[in-house]
């Protein structure tokens, strides 16, 4: 087995304006794993504030010893990977998604198949839209046309006004994401009421992390639209304090280090009536189409980081009815445009 990789950096369709900051681009690794005449994608995407970088990703991957990578015992590969660091939760989604797309064209099925997942519907994906000024909006809101709902970022200065001016221009369904930009659970129950009653389907993330759980549990107790967490929980382990705390969460490869977790958090939240978002970063097509494999388990999707890129490395997913499409051939379906990866 031959694993090669390189930096692709991501540039956004628009500057990504987010509670804690902006910016004009994603650093990604891209990874392919070589077997049998199969090619297995993978990708880690690296917003900054999660701590990874090209370099981090890089020595992560270097570390990979292919031959603990085996199609005949996905289980140990799973393990071998997740025990190579603490930390790198998005260098290990890029190999072990690279890993299983390989797994699956060798077996000649989609993906999906591998965790059992038969169905090929996904749920509608929201679109972003990130802080923007009136004068922005209806040229965001046109990018969003093919879709069926709106994600809309809040946590700034003027969430009233700018709900409003979205309200006014679409009378889609929202998913209102604060991003830890609401200071307190008072506001935010005050946001929360303004909002409700207004299409508005759930909330994401409305305090910061360092939250304390009671002031979690007062605002889910009263909150009269479904609390879910995002960067308040990442992985498994995570999830017997998110239960009581959320109504739902918001699932990323990236995240949670890859598919197979990802597949297991579903599993928990099903069994301890958490709802589920597939959500992703800003990536291309390649980890969004590996989340989407496992998006018919998941009551929410919010895949849509193909569509905020301008240099995308790969072919961009096909919508149907604001749903994205999920490939009937083998892997994950995503297909790179040739020659777009300089291996070094
Ligand atoms: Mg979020």
């Given at each position: 087995?031959?694993?090669r990789?390189?930096?692709?950096?991501?540039?956004?369709?628009?500057?990504?304006?987010?509670?804690?900051?902006?910016?004009?681009?994603?650093?990604?690794?891209v990874?392919?794993?070589?077997?049998?005449?199969?090619?297995?994608?993978?990708?880690?995407?690296?917003?900054?504030?999660?701590g990874?970088?090209?370099?981090?990703?890089?020595?992560?991957?270097?570390?990979?010893?292919?031959?603990?990578l085996?199609?005949?015992?996905?289980?140990?590969?799973?393990?071998?990977?997740?025990?190579l660091?603490?930390?790198?939760?998005?260098a290990?989604?890029?190999?072990?998604m690279?890993?299983?797309?390989?797994?699956?064209?060798?077996?000649?099925?989609p993906?999906?198949?591998?965790?059992?997942?038969a169905?090929?519907?996904?749920?509608?994906t929201?679109?972003t839209i990130?802080?923007?000024?009136?004068?922005?909006?209806?040229?965001k809101?046109?990018?969003?046309?093919?879709?069926?709902?709106i994600k809309?970022?809040?946590?700034?200065?003027?969430?009233e006004?700018?709900?409003?001016?979205?309200?006014?221009?679409?009378?889609k369904?929202?998913?209102?994401?604060?991003?830890?930009?609401?200071?307190?659970?008072?506001?935010?129950?005050?946001?929360?009421?303004?909002?409700?009653?207004?299409?508005?389907?759930?909330?994401?993330?409305?305090?910061?992390?360092?939250?304390?759980?009671?002031?979690?549990?007062?605002?889910?107790?009263?909150?009269?639209?479904?609390?879910?967490?995002?960067?308040?929980?990442?992985?498994?382990?995570?999830?017997?304090?998110?239960?009581?705390?959320?109504?739902g969460?918001?699932?990323?490869?990236?995240k949670?280090t890859?598919?197979?977790?990802?597949?297991?958090?579903?599993?928990?939240a099903?069994?301890?009536?958490?709802?589920?978002?597939?959500?992703?970063?800003?990536?291309?097509?390649c980890?969004?189409m590996?989340?989407?494999?496992?998006?018919?388990?998941?009551?929410?999707?919010?895949?849509?980081?193909?569509?905020?890129?301008?240099?995308?490395?790969?072919?961009t997913?096909?919508?149907?009815?604001?749903?994205?499409?999920?490939?009937?051939?083998?892997?994950?379906?995503?297909?790179?445009?040739?020659?777009?990866?300089?291996?070094?």
């Open positions: 087995m031959q694993l990789y390189t930096p692709y950096r991501l540039e956004l369709r628009n500057p990504f304006r987010l509670a804690h900051g902006s910016r004009t681009g994603t650093d990604t690794v990874v392919q794993l070589t077997a049998n005449g199969h090619v297995g994608f993978g990708e880690a995407s690296m917003p900054p504030y999660l990874e970088s090209t370099a981090s990703v890089t020595a992560f991957l270097s570390r990979i010893d292919t031959a603990q085996q199609l005949g015992n996905p289980v140990a590969t799973r393990h071998y990977i997740d025990g660091s603490p930390t790198d939760n998005a290990k989604a890029a190999i072990e690279a890993f299983i797309d390989l797994l699956a064209k060798t077996n000649g099925v993906s999906r198949t591998l965790f059992g997942v169905a090929a519907a996904t749920p509608p929201a679109f990130g802080i923007s000024t009136l004068h922005e909006l209806p040229e809101l046109k990018q969003a046309e093919h879709f069926h709902i809309l970022k809040l946590g700034g200065e003027n969430d006004e700018l709900f409003d001016d979205v309200r006014k221009l679409t009378d369904p929202l998913m209102v994401d604060a991003n830890q930009g609401w200071a307190t659970a008072e506001y935010a129950l005050r946001m929360i009421d303004r909002f409700a009653h207004q299409q508005v389907l759930l909330v994401e993330q409305p305090l910061p992390t360092h939250t304390d759980p009671e002031t979690w549990h007062w605002l889910k107790e009263r909150s009269s639209l479904p609390i879910f967490a995002d960067e308040s929980v990442k992985r498994l382990t995570d999830l017997p304090m998110a239960k009581d705390l959320f109504h969460i918001n699932i990323k490869l990236m949670c890859g598919m197979y977790e990802a597949f297991d958090m579903m599993q928990y099903r069994a301890n009536g958490l709802k589920v978002m597939m959500g992703c970063m800003t990536e291309s097509a980890a969004t590996a989340a989407a494999q496992l998006a018919p388990l998941a009551d929410f999707a919010d895949l849509d980081g193909p569509w905020l890129i301008a240099n995308n490395p790969y072919l997913p096909t919508l149907h009815e604001g749903r994205i499409v999920l490939s009937t051939t083998s892997g994950h379906g995503a297909i790179p445009l040739a020659p777009l990866h300089p291996f070094a």
